[in-house]
């Protein structure tokens, strides 16, 4: 059974300057049947043991077992390919600490991983074999620290669980060894050097959170610290410093650019480093920077990555919907970097950027059986689209050849509690809403809820402490209609901070308080200098975003394609809710049917061009969440959906 | 002094099926002072001696010498890297044919490269001293019969040129007993093969016109007919059938897809193939697959490929403006096929899309002083753009590491003339207008023209025969006005083929006919499908797209991005002649500056959302044709223009 204190990820230590605190793992559970909890159980489920399969026939647990001498063949993948194996031990730790289970996979990789490991301390199959000649030689390139950050981040979930078990120790030994070897080697008596993929900032100071050992810390500041002065190397023609965020310091920085996986990685890394040393200027730089991404960088989904090339943002305001790269990893990225913003800043711009990440550039990119994954999450998906391969596939895979996301998809699943809510003895304060229990210092409140499918949040105090506490209620900012009730009466509430509701009160257990976030449908728009979406609109409910698919077509246009449907914003939009054969809420949007002679691809601007054109009888589409598309047979999809010109 | 009947690139043999006859290359001259002939006399004076001073400094002369053994040092460049010689070779031999000047240049290189070959005809310097083992063992990737395809199209310049100069029989000795070699390796004889990029076929029917030998023909038509076929491998995780255009046999396909330069390369030889072979079935299957890049996959500018990614066509209608990849090789290569197209068919719609190309397309790839160039040619350049790199540089770069688009500029430029004119004794056919001179079976007329820049087009007989001949002359689609004249009087023509003016009749020294093709701007606006560019309209006067640039913003709007203009089409555009620093010809375009409290990048649509926005007072902005942007400062520049919302 897991340890009775187990904690999630991110767990600032209480000299941190974070103004939330996390709650212990068991603090919060999530019920069977709300879509959090259901996401959670299908990881458990299908997702692990999936990934788990996967390192088997993908040969990265081969690849470990050719340093031990126990396998011959050749090394597999990747060559950061152990991180894959990391990533899916710290999703298997953490479910083990939420709900028990075999521990097989986590009992015969810690055993691997000891046995393979150097005396040193060094651990990577690719250079302990083949490649031991550029060891610590390719830092640009060669993923070593990022690979050592995994296994670190796999070690912190194997102490934050039931720490007292012999795999978890061996794990956290292993890990720490790598860290020292780290310390000794890149500390302030070793040398001034750099991995190009951020990552083992964050892990080392998870590490210093889990042990105390301020070595940990330190180097992490250092790392911080040292990048955007050129250590990776000069611009060169295809690789330039801003690729690798290497072009300016970290507190200095204005602008998300370059490789957004390795963007979002630092920028969680520096927060952690700022709350934990009190760098408030730091923790500044890392809110501006992530202020200059939500601004102009970040697609409706809060996806980020612009561009394919270089998986990276783009320039502001270029979101193009049907090449947007938008990875699976830099939108779990940028929940990790939402979520240490949150708690050092309590702001909840934060927790609502947490919130559409999960339910829109999160949730698309597995499928409703948990078994197949997107990489990069478009918008939009054309008629004609040539969809094999994996660099934009019209249907999710099971595996790519990179297969970062699955695994990292895994390990936030199986965490995804201890990110809804926060707290203390002062109070409770509750920002993913779901069906469970929460509690904290003393006070428990159960949860029920169809969030979001329906606007109604019931909350019910089940214990208390006899002193008056803080019950303290995210309103999402798309919400411009919250109505709270205390026990069936209009609630006396402050909001000391945007964002929240807050109930200060002596409460006595069967207390009900009642949310209601209403969720009208709405029309959304870009900003004018989004030129890849001008003249559309999105739908969205609550915070979903919705979608065309083609399979939702009706019979009436079964001859259209998607890419002639016009929006009439003229007309209502109708909530359906148990209608559809996957959307338990769809949208029914009036369209009209662009036609006419449109065959030039150019053609002169007409006299009459801005008035309304032809078009046929008008009709209604049943709009999906963007989540749940590409689920049927391959077919068009689109989230903005052109504008019809409206009669004068 | 060069051979008194030279020719130009694409000269079909009489029993080739073509409609149209090319003219031999001192039947057209370009005078000086029109834009066509400064664009030929700058390459002479600039490119061409550019690239041979790039090709010093790069290490392309080095590794052939490395082949001689007389260098010592490493490779340099791609593993293609010869084919930048031969293109400049060839551009030389052109510029040699067209203009006399030094020969230098190809003495020097057909010695080494006869120095250099391989007793059984092979030639290629990476594969000849690093990568025996290798020698036609990868040819999905290796390039080695792209770059014999070069060698032989700089031996068919020799042969067109003074062919009876040493170095010209050479040259054409060189590239036969490469062709030989060929021919005995993948002949029918020899194994069934292809190349990863197409280019050999094209040269290779070249190459059979100009010696008459059979083989090299029959070889062209064999490597057609085993593409499609899977020779190239199955499609992979990264690498697709559709890349190579190895996906379907050329005679069924029936969209442009996959890597352009490889697809429109692949389709001009397979016109070439045709009408050498009365292939009507292939020729009507390259018009079908021209037409599926037309209509659905082709840029304003007439540039071709949507995606950095793989060099790509995207899906039908994704043509974003910001991220065209539009590569120039690709555009030079439409440019060719479209040539093909017009000889094998004279079908006005290919010499419109040549001229398209030559004043867009391909023009933007130079800068003004000719020594500086694009590779990826985008339509849109935002602020704030990350212009470092070679990937989407803010500005023309002097080289490329993949140098391969310089030479083939200057290659075409040097031959441009040839592509102007078709004709015969009976009649002369112009299809680009340029001022200069026309000969064809003894009658010669002089063009005088300031086109584009003026829309007059004055023409006089000065030579001709005693018997009735025509005089054919194109007018351009986006001309609904024409006017001609025959000596002051409305002109009596004839229209048999659509895009053409025929004037038939016993023609006298002296007589003037004057076409005038009125150029009243246009804006021009795109097919509902092209999301990317819905709303704004791009404004182009006779064949050349205006654009907007930074660097013509007024002092009133100095302190405004390019992106918050909107046109306003509610106020006329005014054509400005001789007031702008680069631009012979602006358009003065009437905007307003878009403000309002926008800054959130997504916000629910207003109820007044569609009506006009509020706007500052309403300004003018010189539009400058787009083959002229960044020639200045660093800016942001875009062809599409965003639509102000008109008031009701």
């Given at each position: 059974?897991?340890?009775?204190?187990?904690?999630?990820?991110?767990?600032?230590?209480?000299?941190?300057?974070?103004?939330?605190?996390?709650?212990?793992?068991?603090?919060?559970?999530?019920?069977?049947?709300?879509?959090?909890?259901?996401?959670?159980?299908?990881?458990?489920?299908?997702?692990?043991?999936?990934?788990v399969g996967r390192l088997h026939a993908y040969g990265?647990?081969?690849?470990?077992?050719?340093?031990?001498?126990?396998?011959?063949?050749?090394?597999?993948?990747?060559?950061?390919?152990?991180?894959?194996?990391?990533?899916?031990?710290?999703?298997?730790?953490?479910?083990?600490?939420?709900?028990?289970?075999?521990?097989?996979?986590?009992?015969?990789?810690?055993?691997?991983?000891?046995?393979?490991?150097?005396?040193?301390?060094?651990?990577?199959?690719?250079?302990?074999?083949?490649?031991?000649?550029?060891?610590?030689?390719?830092?640009?390139?060669?993923?070593?620290?990022?690979?050592?950050?995994?296994?670190?981040?796999?070690?912190?979930?194997?102490?934050?669980?039931?720490?007292?078990?012999?795999?978890?120790?061996?794990?956290?030994?292993?890990?720490?060894?790598?860290?020292?070897?780290?310390?000794?080697?890149?500390?302030?008596?070793?040398?001034?050097?750099?991995?190009?993929?951020?990552?083992?900032?964050?892990?080392?100071?998870?590490?210093?959170?889990?042990?105390?050992?301020?070595?940990?810390?330190?180097?992490?500041?250092?790392?911080?610290?040292?990048?955007?002065?050129?250590?990776?190397?000069?611009?060169?023609?295809?690789?330039?410093?801003?690729?690798?965020?290497?072009?300016?310091?970290?507190?200095?920085?204005?602008?998300?650019?370059?490789?957004?996986?390795?963007?979002?990685?630092?920028?969680?890394?520096?927060?952690?480093?700022?709350?934990?040393?009190?760098?408030?200027?730091?923790?500044?730089?890392?809110?501006?920077?992530?202020?200059?991404?939500?601004?102009?960088?970040?697609?409706?989904?809060?996806?980020?990555?612009?561009?394919?090339?270089?998986?990276?943002?783009?320039?502001?305001?270029?979101?193009?919907?049907?090449?947007?790269?938008?990875?699976?990893?830099?939108?779990?990225?940028?929940?990790?970097?939402?979520?240490?913003?949150?708690?050092?800043?309590?702001?909840?711009?934060?927790?609502?950027?947490?919130?559409?990440?999960?339910?829109?550039?999160?949730?698309?990119?597995?499928?409703?059986?948990?078994?197949?994954?997107?990489?990069?999450?478009?918008?939009?998906?054309?008629?004609?689209?040539?969809?094999?391969?994996?660099?934009?596939?019209?249907?999710?895979?099971?595996?790519?050849?990179?297969?970062?996301?699955?695994?990292?998809?895994?390990?936030?699943?199986?965490?995804?509690?201890?990110?809804?809510?926060?707290?203390?003895?002062?109070?409770?304060?509750?920002?993913?809403?779901?069906?469970?229990?929460?509690?904290?210092?003393?006070?428990?409140?159960?949860?029920?809820?169809?969030?979001?499918?329906?606007?109604?949040?019931?909350?019910?105090?089940?214990?208390?402490?006899?002193?008056?506490?803080?019950?303290?209620?995210?309103?999402?900012?798309?919400?411009t209609d919250a109505r709270l009730t205390l026990n069936?009466?209009?609630?006396?509430?402050?909001?000391?901070?945007?964002?929240?509701?807050?109930?200060?009160?002596?409460?006595?257990?069967?207390?009900?308080?009642?949310?209601?976030?209403?969720?009208?449908?709405?029309?959304?728009?870009?900003?004018?200098?989004?030129?890849?979406?001008?003249?559309?609109?999105?739908?969205?409910?609550?915070?979903?975003?919705?979608?065309?698919?083609?399979?939702?077509?009706?019979?009436?246009?079964?001859?259209?394609?998607?890419?002639?449907?016009?929006?009439?914003?003229?007309?209502?939009?109708?909530?359906?809710?148990?209608?559809?054969?996957?959307?338990?809420?769809?949208?029914?949007?009036?369209?009209?049917?662009?036609?006419?002679?449109?065959?030039?691809?150019?053609?002169?601007?007409?006299?009459?061009?801005?008035?309304?054109?032809?078009?046929?009888?008008?009709?209604?589409?049943?709009?999906?969440?963007?989540?749940?598309?590409?689920?049927?047979?391959?077919?068009?999809?689109?989230?903005?959906?052109?504008?019809?010109?409206?009669?004068?």
């Open positions: 059974m897991p340890h009775s204190v187990s904690y999630g990820p991110t767990v600032p230590t209480p000299q941190a300057i974070s103004v939330l605190r996390p709650l212990p793992t068991h603090a919060v559970r999530l019920g069977t049947g709300g879509l959090l909890g259901d996401w959670q159980d299908r990881n458990a489920a299908a997702t692990l043991p999936h990934c990265n647990l081969d690849n470990l077992r050719r340093v031990t001498g126990d396998f011959g063949g050749p090394f597999a993948g990747y060559w950061f390919a152990d991180t894959d194996v990391y990533k899916t031990l710290e999703a298997a730790l953490w479910e083990l600490a939420r709900s028990g289970g075999s521990s097989e996979f986590v009992t015969g990789t810690a055993e691997l991983l000891e046995k393979a490991q150097d005396p040193d301390g060094y651990l990577n199959s690719y250079f302990q074999v083949d490649h031991r000649d550029r060891q610590w030689a390719e830092l640009p390139s060669s993923h070593e620290m990022y690979s050592a950050g995994h296994l670190v981040q796999a070690a912190v979930a194997a102490a934050r669980g039931d720490a007292h078990a012999p795999a978890a120790q061996q794990i956290l030994a292993v890990a720490r060894r790598f860290a020292d070897l780290l310390v000794r080697r890149f500390g302030p008596d070793g040398v001034d050097a750099l991995d190009g993929h951020p990552e083992v900032e964050t892990a080392l100071v998870e590490l210093y959170r889990v042990t105390g050992h301020r070595p940990y810390l330190d180097l992490a500041a250092r790392f911080v610290e040292l990048r955007g002065h050129g250590l990776l190397g000069p611009d060169s023609r295809f690789r330039q410093r801003h690729y690798y965020q290497d072009h300016q310091p970290v507190r200095d920085a204005d602008e998300a650019t370059g490789h957004v996986v390795r963007q979002v990685y630092l920028a969680a890394g520096a927060v952690d480093v700022a709350v934990e040393t009190g760098d408030t200027a730091l923790l500044r730089a890392t809110e501006r920077l992530w202020e200059s991404a939500i601004s102009a960088k970040t697609y409706l989904t809060g996806g980020q990555g612009s561009r394919h090339r270089d998986e990276a943002f783009g320039d502001p305001y270029e979101l193009p919907p049907d090449r947007s790269y938008a990875e699976t990893c830099a939108a779990i990225g940028g929940f990790h970097w939402a979520w240490r913003l949150l708690l050092a800043t309590g702001r909840s711009r934060y927790a609502d950027e947490m919130e559409r990440l999960l339910y829109n550039g999160i949730a698309v990119s597995t499928a409703i059986h948990g078994t197949a994954f997107f990489y990069s999450n478009p918008l939009q998906l054309r008629t004609g689209h040539n969809g094999s391969g994996e660099d934009a596939p019209a249907q999710r895979l099971p595996w790519y050849s990179c297969a970062c996301c699955p695994p990292n998809l895994a390990r936030l699943m199986a965490s995804l509690h201890t990110y809804t809510a926060t707290g203390g003895s002062d109070g409770l304060q509750v920002h993913l809403y779901a069906s469970g229990t929460v509690t904290a210092g003393g006070h428990t409140v159960d949860v029920t809820t169809a969030y979001p499918w329906d606007e109604t949040v019931a909350i019910t105090v089940t214990e208390t402490t006899q002193a008056p506490w803080t019950l303290t209620l995210r309103v999402p900012a798309w919400c069936g009466a209009p609630a006396g509430v402050t909001s000391p901070h945007q964002g929240y509701l807050d109930l200060t009160r002596t409460w006595q257990p069967g207390d009900q308080v009642q949310l209601v976030l209403t969720m009208p449908p709405r029309l959304v728009t870009a900003h004018h200098r989004v030129d890849a979406v001008r003249g559309s609109v999105a739908l969205m409910r609550g915070p979903l975003v919705y979608c065309l698919e083609q399979a939702d077509l009706p019979r009436s246009l079964s001859g259209n394609v998607l890419e002639d449907l016009e929006l009439d914003p003229g007309r209502p939009i109708d909530v359906v809710t148990g209608a559809h054969p996957i959307a338990p809420v769809t949208l029914l949007t009036p369209v009209h049917v662009r036609s006419g002679p449109d065959d030039e691809l150019y053609r002169p601007l007409a006299p009459d061009a801005l008035a309304p054109p032809p078009t046929t009888s008008p009709a209604a589409v049943p709009a999906i969440p963007y989540f749940l598309w590409a689920n049927r047979s391959a077919g068009a999809m689109r989230v903005w959906i052109p504008l019809a010109p409206q009669k004068r």
